[in-house]
């Protein structure tokens, strides 16, 4: 991959019946995280905190995955997710070219108070290679979430 590799910018919305603080919480909740996260990977989870600044990796059973920073956390509001590489055999890996083509790349998470709920909004940067893969997989990670909050 070259360092001009155009990411992608891609939106997920769903709409909760749980108040922000609820959302936030079940997004960040140990096992709630590897429900809702098991239609992107089974088995996935993450090592860290969700406090702005901090390192947090998100990582498959096999422990490869991805290695990031929470770039801005304002409770129940706002949370944003900048990855900043891959996690190979339990190294972070950032410095590689794959990784510079498309590091650092953001997760953003929009908690929307409505009068019925929460409108959860998720706005990524992917490669294109990976466009589909998260089109079919995003909704379905949103729909466990929502069954999640609304239990």
């Known amino acids: 991959m070259s360092g001009t590799t155009v990411k992608k910018t891609l939106q997920f919305s769903v709409q909760i019946q749980a108040a922000?603080?609820?959302?936030?919480?079940?997004?960040?909740?140990?096992?709630?995280?590897?429900?809702?996260?098991?239609?992107?990977?089974?088995?996935?989870?993450?090592?860290?905190?969700?406090?702005?600044?901090?390192?947090?990796?998100?990582?498959?059973?096999?422990?490869?995955?991805?290695?990031?920073?929470?770039a801005q956390s304002r409770p129940p509001e706002f949370l944003s997710i900048r990855h900043l590489g891959e996690v190979q055999a339990g190294i972070d890996v950032t410095e590689s070219a794959e990784v510079r083509a498309w590091a650092p790349a953001y997760e953003n998470y929009h908690f929307l108070k409505q009068v019925d709920g929460t409108e959860l909004r998720v706005v990524v940067e992917t490669l294109p290679d990976f466009e589909a893969y998260m089109q079919r997989t995003f909704p379905l990670a949103l729909g466990r979430l929502k069954a999640l909050c609304e239990a």
Request: hydrophobic share 35%; glycine share 10%.
């Open 20 to 70: 922000p603080e609820r959302v936030w919480q079940m997004l960040q909740d140990d096992q709630a995280y590897r429900d809702w996260t098991s239609a992107f990977c089974e088995g996935s989870h993450f090592e860290g905190a969700w406090e702005e600044g901090a390192a947090i990796r998100f990582l498959s059973p096999k422990g490869d995955g991805i290695c990031a920073e929470i």
